[in-house]
């Protein structure tokens, strides 16, 4: 196996384990606040004649944020929701940077449109 195997294969581990290590972590994040949410909340009797959406402020990460910060459950759960979503983005940053290391600039810059569409998309920016 020459050198350039070796980076290739250290790199794909690092990527994996990055995937498996989020996913993970979301699980782990949204079953908290799921657990939270039922020690609150498990008791009530939900009213199905009106619909009741996610509260404006859980739509925004920094809502997100602010209510897991504090405890909320369902900030929590939405925590653990944004966390499975920053998984692949996370990947991709890895990727432009893997392919930085390798000196393939034309994979860094369509790695790097992709990971600016997913940022956009994340935040909002129309």
């Not at 405890?71 to 929701?81: E, P, V």
């Not at 983005?89 to 997913?118: C, G, H, N, P, Q």
Request: hydrophobic share 50%; charged share 20%; aromatic share 4%.
């Amino acid at each position: 196996m020459d050198r350039d195997e070796v980076i290739e294969n250290r790199q794909e581990h690092i990527i994996s384990g990055l995937l498996r290590a989020g996913v993970v972590m979301a699980a782990v994040v949204v079953l908290a606040g799921g657990v939270l949410y039922l020690m609150q909340h498990g008791a009530e009797r939900p009213d199905y004649r009106e619909f009741k959406g996610v509260p404006e402020k859980l739509r925004r990460v920094g809502g997100v944020a602010h209510d897991a910060l504090t405890g909320d459950s369902a900030g929590i759960i939405q925590l653990g929701l944004l966390l499975l979503i920053l998984t692949p983005i996370a990947r991709v940053a890895l990727s432009a940077v893997s392919f930085s290391v390798e000196k393939d600039r034309m994979y860094v810059l369509i790695t790097l449109i992709v990971l600016v569409v997913l940022l956009f998309s994340l935040i909002g920016i129309k």
